[in-house]
């Protein structure tokens, strides 16, 4: 970790020009690893308009019923942030649906003492509040907690408690399913119908579909539903990850928002042809078969985009970022510790907004397994050192 804080005083003093033997080297990682992705960006706006007309029609058909609020959608993932570990045909482009309350109801957010789980696990409690008192009462709606039974049954649509909760909770799976269930009734209604078909792809916490062209060409998209933590840029998530199925009314502690928030950050601030996002798309390539995770390739470049100023991230420096990124994760093998992002980090953009909670909290440690498993860091070890 040290060296790549050493080696910038030397980087600064080189020549303004790549050589010719980097210049070629780096043509021939982008050929070999099909570095330019430039579709990415047309077709995550293709998704994101195409969920936001789906959204509109959900507001007209659920007006009046008792629901969730269908938030805009939040693109997260790496299609999203610019850059994909993927080849093409196989990029999912992820979105996050924000949920909010319906009219006389609110969430609360409670930890999940009964989970398992390797990250923060919570369950939405979801709350009847009083609509017929207040600063404006809702003349069109009868109260939940003040009318009888019987005139709800009578005149008023089930409330979300009778719905889409388990108990007291909201349920994802309950959710993904009233979610699929209305994208294949609404397909008709939205404008990309006409260029594409649409099929719903099965999933028990998400709504995944398929779209394809005339031309064969595909597109992916998975919406995930998330609850906001307070005004933050973290969100609970809907979908856990592969492998790991907890009950359906546990909800997963998701950074997603807030990375591709840092990504959009570095972004506007990056050189022009900036070579981060490259270098992510290499590194991954390059790790295929290590065991290591992409999602701790992405913390190391999230944390040397801070260490390393963004001058020094021009497309000439490319393969010293790939060599330092190979470094950083080295070391952090050899330590068996890979500290999370998002806590207690000095270094993060005031922009992005987190709970008060992360501010000096321990640090996760992203190889704690490595900690607690000698063997497996040694093979872990092996396997980075054969790449």
């Avoid at 709606?141 to 909770?169: D, I, W």
Wanted: glycine fraction near 4%; include cysteine.
């Amino acid at each position: 970790v040290h060296e790549v804080d050493n080696r910038r005083d030397s980087e600064s003093e080189e020549s303004e020009e790549e050589s010719p033997s980097d210049r070629n080297m780096i043509w021939i990682f982008s050929r070999r690893f099909q570095l330019s992705v430039p579709k990415l960006a047309s077709r995550r706006r293709v998704v994101q308009e195409l969920l936001n007309d789906l959204l509109r029609v959900s507001h007209n058909l659920f007006s009046d019923s008792f629901f969730p609020v269908l938030e805009p959608v939040i693109g997260v993932g790496s299609a999203c942030e610019g850059w994909s570990p993927h080849k093409e045909e196989d990029i999912v482009y992820c979105m996050f649906v924000p949920l909010k309350p319906p009219r006389g109801h609110a969430f609360h957010l409670e930890p999940d003492c009964m989970g398992e789980m390797p990250q923060t696990s919570m369950r939405v409690r979801v709350e009847l509040v009083c609509t017929c008192t207040g600063e404006q009462p809702d003349q069109n709606m009868l109260c939940f907690l003040h009318h009888s039974e019987q005139e709800l049954k009578r005149n008023q649509v089930a409330s979300l408690l009778h719905t889409l909760c388990t108990g007291p909770y909201l349920d994802g799976e309950k959710i993904a399913l009233w979610f699929q269930t209305f994208v294949i009734s609404a397909w008709s209604m939205v404008p990309q119908s006409r260029r594409y078909s649409m099929k719903v792809l099965p999933s028990c916490r998400s709504c995944k579909m398929k779209l394809m062209k005339a031309s064969g060409r595909s597109i992916f998209v998975e919406t995930v539903f998330s609850v906001q933590q307070g005004d933050s840029d973290i969100f609970l998530s809907s979908q856990p990850p592969e492998a790991q199925l907890p009950p359906s009314t546990t909800w997963l502690e998701s950074y997603a928002v807030a990375e591709a928030k840092f990504f959009r950050h570095v972004a506007m601030r990056a050189p022009p042809r900036s070579c981060h996002l490259k270098c992510l798309r290499l590194c991954a390539r390059i790790l295929e078969g290590s065991g290591l995770s992409i999602y701790a390739l992405k913390t190391t470049v999230m944390h040397l985009l801070t260490l390393i100023p963004l001058s020094e991230w021009q497309h000439k420096y490319l393969l010293m970022r790939v060599d330092d990124t190979m470094h950083y994760l080295r070391c952090c093998l050899e330590e068996k510790r890979l500290k999370h992002f998002f806590f207690d980090n000095e270094d993060m953009p005031q922009e992005i907004s987190l709970p008060p909670a992360f501010q000096g909290a321990q640090p996760l440690n992203l190889f704690q397994h490595l900690a607690q498993d000698p063997a497996a860091q040694t093979e872990a070890l092996k396997k980075f050192d054969d790449l």
